[in-house]
Nanobody
Framework: QVQLAESGGGLVQAGGSLRLSCAASGIIFSITDMGWYRQAPGKQRELVATITSGRRITYADSVKGRVTISRDNAKNTVYLQMNSLKPEDTAVYYC?????????????WGQGTQVTVSS
């Protein structure tokens, strides 16, 4: 199993910044992609950003230019730097890690960290 521990959420005013961190522990070999998703009240969980083990990055259109994802493989940690935050960024942010084993992808999720952006 893989355990994911998120930190860094909180309350911030519009235009502010937050940095989320997610540390993976447990059976961490074969982790390929890591990333962040978010879920606002009444909405489906959506992708924010992902980064592969080879550091190929994908961003949601809604956060491009405001968010930077990075990864420290030595620490098994993924980060999400969020700038110019907007009230619509308010959501629970979930860390995700994927393991590829014998051609099958297994997804793991953190407990989530609340991000609230006030206007």
């Amino acid at each position: 199993q893989v355990q994911l521990a998120e930190s860094g959420g909180g309350l911030v005013q519009a235009g502010g910044s937050l940095r989320l961190s997610c540390a993976a522990s447990g059976i961490i070999f074969s982790i390929t992609d890591m990333g962040w998703y978010r879920q606002a009240p009444g909405k489906q969980r959506e992708l924010v950003a992902t980064i592969t083990s080879g550091r190929r990055i994908t961003y949601a259109d809604s956060v491009k230019g405001r968010v930077t994802i990075s990864r420290d493989n030595a620490k098994n940690t993924v980060y999400l730097q969020m700038n110019s935050l907007k009230p619509e960024d308010t959501a629970v942010y979930y860390c995700n890690a994927a393991r590829l084993i014998a051609g099958t992808k297994y997804n793991y999720w953190g407990q989530g960290t609340q991000v609230t952006v006030s206007s």
